[in-house]
């Protein structure tokens, strides 16, 4: 079934990680900046879709540190175009969100997905970053990846699918678009 067409509201919706990538494989410049993101514009039929069909998000502490500094926190996901509930993954759950609405979680990868999941009620979940998407991977909890890729070479910064023990994951294109200069493209993940 397509992660877009539950038949039933109580079925859980997909897990998809939604990613902008340079050509050369980097989701960040070095020390965060996300700037190369912006540089040909985000529109995007694709990234509507993933956006309308997202019921919670769930990303990692850094994603949550830099977004609340730089980029407006939970109301800038979507340029403040999506509402839902956002979790983060953390070690540090004493050190607490200058947000309340953003809820952290510390019990696991399995426990995270499954308590994401089960608040976007029906819809998909949004996996953000590269760290907690590699161990979501790794687990076999992804069922599809986004991506767009912008025409820019960052030579550094946060890998998509980085560091050691990335295991071989075998995907499927089911898109492959243009819009404007991104070029956008969507796989599932094929389980062995
Ligand atoms: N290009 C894009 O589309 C895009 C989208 C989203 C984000 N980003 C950016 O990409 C970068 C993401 O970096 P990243 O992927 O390295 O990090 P991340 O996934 O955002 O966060 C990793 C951190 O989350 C915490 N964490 C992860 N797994 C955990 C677990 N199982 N249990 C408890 N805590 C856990 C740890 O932080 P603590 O130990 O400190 O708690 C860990 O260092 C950020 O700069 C973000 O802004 C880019």
């Known amino acids: 079934m397509s992660a877009t067409s539950k038949s039933h509201p109580n079925e859980p919706g997909a897990v998809l990680w939604h990613i902008t990538m ?9 020390d965060d900046t996300m700037d190369f993101a912006f540089l040909v514009g985000t529109a995007s039929p694709l990234a509507e879709e993933v ?12 994603w949550h540190d ?13 340029g403040g175009r999506w509402r839902g509930p956002v979790f983060v993954l953390t070690h540090r759950p004493q050190d607490p969100s200058a947000d309340p609405a953003i809820m952290f979680l510390s ?12 608040a976007a009620e029906g819809k998909n979940l949004e996996i953000f970053g590269a760290n907690v998407a590699k161990q979501c991977l790794q687990a076999g909890l992804i069922d599809e990846i986004a991506v767009h890729v912008v025409p ?11 560091g050691s023990g990335g295991a071989e994951v075998r995907l499927q294109r089911t898109t492959l678009a243009e819009s404007g200069q991104l070029t956008d493209l969507r796989f599932r993940v094929l389980r062995s």
Do not use: N, W
């Open 51 to 62: 956006m309308r069909t997202t019921g919670a998000i769930l990303a990692g502490r850094r």
């Open 152 to 162: 820019v070479l960052l030579g550094d910064g946060v890998r998509l699918y980085g």
């Open 107 to 118: 019990d696991g990868i399995e426990h995270a997905v499954a308590t994401a999941r089960a």
């Open 22 to 30: 340079s050509l050369d494989g980097f989701i960040t410049a070095p």
């Open 66 to 78: 830099v977004a609340q500094e730089r980029y407006s926190g939970r109301k800038g996901i979507y």
